[in-house]
């Protein structure tokens, strides 16, 4: 797994993190932002991991 995907994995975990102790401490705007903030890492995951991947089978193509 590519650094950039592992860093934006982290990120996802730790905003979902917040946005639970958000909910739970009663702030719904601020959870819902942290929720939101949880998407974009959570996609920019997905996307580093599929872009590694198609790299790695052109490359493998190549040879």
């Known amino acids: 797994m590519p ?3 592992l860093f934006a994995l ?3 975990v730790l905003t979902t ?3 639970v102790v958000s909910f739970v401490q009663g702030s719904w705007l601020v959870g ?3 929720i939101m903030m949880a998407g974009v890492s959570s ?3 997905w996307f580093s991991v599929r ?3 198609a790299q790695r089978a052109e490359a493998a193509a190549r040879h």
């Open 10 to 12: 982290a990120v996802c």
């Open 32 to 34: 819902v932002v942290w």
């Open 17 to 19: 993190v917040a946005a």
């Open 43 to 45: 996609n920019m995951t």
């Open 3 to 5: 650094r950039l995907a």
């Open 51 to 53: 872009r590694a991947r």
